[in-house]
């Protein structure tokens, strides 16, 4: 493919107004493979800004928040804008560590193509990896860049064997660098073309190859037009190609374009940002002639507010309006700021739209709609906003002071309201438990986790009543060390950690009777209550039952509920450690009481005294609760994991092969084990592993455990 339009002017960046001149593009990669560097010097190369920032000294337009300053990693997917050759480019910046994999999942749901970084440094990881095999799954065309081609260690070889190794046979590189030295990157030789690209006076001329550099080209050259030809439907095209016809590089053109747009075929190309720009016009040219417009792309599922599918939605700016709020941000002067992609129709300040959540229920949200009125349009570049006067089908805007409005909602025509299929989202199983640190910090809190909240479709909040700890669900450490930085900095709350508390259980072991006596005569009207209770285990997950076998009225009937409601007031509150007790049946079979002192308040006490004394002579057991864990892990892993796991007090159920060359490995395990479990197993699998949960059952906690338990509780 060849390029000889040159970079754009400067501006412009409001495109079109029609999706066939709009591409949506998510830069994917693992931390540090260079995304946000590549979108810096693209950037200024289409004239977009004048100078290209650094990661490394905060001053690049994409990582412009505090925390990404300080950390020189992105953590928040960010937009950014260039027009190149009459198309804009909206390039989605992507987080390209696993704790943020909520902000990449947002920007494939925004984008309608998926351009991976690659660094000829490092080759291709494990995370890169399940990115590709995600990307694969939603059938997101993509195309692979290598960078990082100017680093004294750059191997662009090997890191395309990486590549072929890891994403299949249909990657194939479009171009071949040609290098002076380690670091030292010359030009580019088109292998469709044949012309070498030369960039060695700092501007980019096109002329003939030199003799020494076309051999390793024509190797290349003919595997990559048989990748084309069989992606092509042109039947002959192959038997001409075999009998030694000479193809038209505009008809191998035409068929790439086709066979990348559709997701078939994956081009490679090479860039190195602090090289003269090498490969940024072919790297233009392949995200404008190559990746699908909105228009191309299929339309994520559309229902009615009842739940009615609405087919033949197409990307038309003239359509019904249909808009998803991809990312919610807070600004401490504008407020809330909604970065949304317009499907369908074409957003306008001042009007009125509606607002269709899907309720984030497994987030503590329940389901809203309302009406809201669009504020000002603009299109964002890193932390500016400038106003745009509409947003058109296929485009991507931010919308200030949406107010009901979290990530993943939907708007739409408030007298024609729609609901888009959600995007999936991984679940946080990381807890961390907080605490406000003053009284004043506390009345700020809830607020704020609230907004965070709507913010963050990956982070949950959980108030448990049974431990009575405030419990943030993360992704991991570094995304729970990103929210609590965010409510000190960002809402000025002060929170401290606490060491988790698992909601354990107690239970008694026998049957065993018992006796509460409350009496108390103080010569005015006194209390008087005799109760006998017999208590035994029942089978675990039965609960609690109450049995009245008392005969001949030693107790009176009115006083009967009055036992059970002091026997169940006790069990909330155990007997051992202060842990609920379950699973046991109280039979009550004799009393005594007094026609003046008995009342109900003197029952509950005697029942309460009873359960004591019963429950310390059968003796009593602590439960601890027990997940289910489905671990996933690559084949190289699996040994390590069921050790890891065998450790933790678990048992192995079980392993099962999946496609990819990984491995499912189910296993019950306690709580108490796995509470950083979601830290430990990305450590071991090096960032590729995942789990999910699901509780099973309560089983006895080992008596050194209980033993342990019970004192820390004294």
């Not at 990881?125 to 799954?137: F, I, K, N, S, Y």
């Not at 039947?235 to 038209?248: A, F, H, P, Q």
């Not at 739940?307 to 407020?335: F, M, N, Q, R, W």
């Not at 842990?579 to 008995?598: C, E, I, Q």
């Amino acid at each position: 493919m060849t390029d000889k339009k040159g970079p754009a002017p400067a501006g412009g960046t409001a495109g079109a107004g029609q999706p066939d001149s709009v591409r949506n593009v998510a830069l994917v990669g693992h931390s540090g493979s260079g995304k946000t560097t590549l979108v810096e010097a693209l950037l200024a190369y289409t004239g977009a800004i004048q100078r290209a920032g650094r990661v490394e000294d905060g001053s690049t337009v994409s990582d412009f928040d505090e925390v990404e300053v300080r950390q020189q990693r992105s953590v928040n997917l960010t937009l950014a804008p260039v027009l190149h050759a009459g198309v804009k480019l909206n390039l989605l910046d992507t987080p390209g560590y696993a704790d943020f994999t909520g902000d990449l999942r947002a920007g494939l749901r925004a984008a309608d193509a998926a351009l991976f970084t690659v660094p000829a440094t490092d080759g291709v990881d494990g995370l890169t990896q399940m990115l590709w095999e995600e990307c694969a799954r939603v059938g997101m065309p993509r195309a692979v860049v290598i960078t990082k081609l100017d680093h004294q260690r750059a191997d662009f070889d090997e890191a395309l064997r990486a590549c072929q190794d890891a994403f299949g046979e249909s990657v194939a590189p479009l171009y071949l660098p040609v290098t002076d030295g380690p670091g030292q990157v010359r030009g580019l030789i088109g292998l469709l073309s044949g012309k070498f690209f030369d960039y060695s006076s700092g501007t980019r001329t096109e002329r003939d190859p030199d003799p020494a550099d076309t051999d390793r080209a024509d190797d290349l050259r003919g595997s990559l037009i048989e990748g084309i030809i069989q992606e092509s439907e042109d039947e002959t095209l192959m038997d001409r190609y075999l009998s030694g016809e000479d193809i038209d590089p505009k008809v191998l053109i035409e068929d790439l374009e086709t066979a990348v747009a559709r997701g078939s075929f994956y081009p490679v190309l090479a860039a190195s940002s602090f090289e003269g720009g090498v490969g940024f016009a072919e790297l233009l040219e392949v995200m404008t002639q190559a990746f699908p417009a909105p228009s191309e792309h299929p339309m994520p599922g559309v229902t009615t507010l009842d739940g009615k599918p609405v087919p033949g939605l197409a990307s038309d700016p003239k359509g019904p309006l249909l808009a998803e709020v991809i990312k919610t941000t807070s600004d401490p002067y504008v407020g809330r700021i909604s970065l949304v992609r317009v499907f369908s129709g074409t957003l306008r300040p001042d009007a009125t739209v509606h607002v269709s959540g899907h309720g984030m229920a497994e987030r503590g949200h329940a389901d809203h709609d309302s009406d809201e009125r669009i504020g000002a349009l603009t299109s964002p570049l890193g932390k500016q906003q400038r106003p745009v006067a509409q947003c058109p089908a296929g485009d991507i805007c931010a919308v200030a002071k949406l107010g009901s409005a979290e990530t993943g909602d939907t708007l739409s025509d408030k007298d024609q309201p729609l609901l888009m299929e959600p995007w999936s989202m991984p679940d946080p199983l990381l807890p961390v438990a907080i605490t406000a640190k003053s009284k004043a910090d506390e009345d700020k809190m809830s607020q704020a986790i609230n907004r965070l909240v709507a913010e963050d479709p990956t982070l949950r909040m959980e108030n448990n009543s049974e431990t009575r700890q405030l419990v943030l669900w993360c992704m991991g450490e570094a995304h729970s060390d990103l929210l609590l930085d965010r409510l000190s900095s960002r809402y000025g709350v002060g929170v401290e950690t606490r060491e988790l508390r698992v909601p354990l259980r107690e239970t008694v072991a026998g049957k065993a009777q018992g006796m509460g006596r409350n009496v108390k005569q103080t010569g005015g009207h006194g209390e008087y209550g005799v109760c006998h209770i017999e208590i035994e285990p029942m089978p675990s997950g039965d609960g609690f039952e109450f049995v009245d076998k008392v005969v001949g009225g030693v107790v009176p009937r009115q006083f009967i509920p009055s036992v059970e409601k002091g026997v169940r007031a006790q069990l909330e509150q155990g007997v051992l450690a202060g842990y609920p007790m379950v699973d046991v049946r109280v039979t009550l079979f004799d009393g005594k009481a007094h026609s003046v002192d008995s009342s109900d308040m003197a029952f509950q006490k005697a029942g309460k005294l009873a359960l004591r004394d019963a429950a310390d002579k059968a003796k009593v057991l602590l439960l601890e609760p027990v997940d289910e864990l489905s671990v996933l892990v690559a084949d190289e892993y699996v040994g390590a994991v069921m050790s890891d796991l065998s450790s933790r007090r678990g048992r192995v159920l079980g392993t099962e092969p999946v496609a990819g060359g990984r491995t499912l490995v189910k296993a019950e395990v306690p709580q108490l084990e796995i509470t950083r479990y979601a830290i430990d197993l990305r450590s071991m699998s090096h960032g590729t592993g995942s789990f999910s949960r699901n509780y099973l059952r309560y089983e006895p906690l080992p008596s050194h455990l209980a033993d342990k338990m019970a004192k820390s509780e004294d």
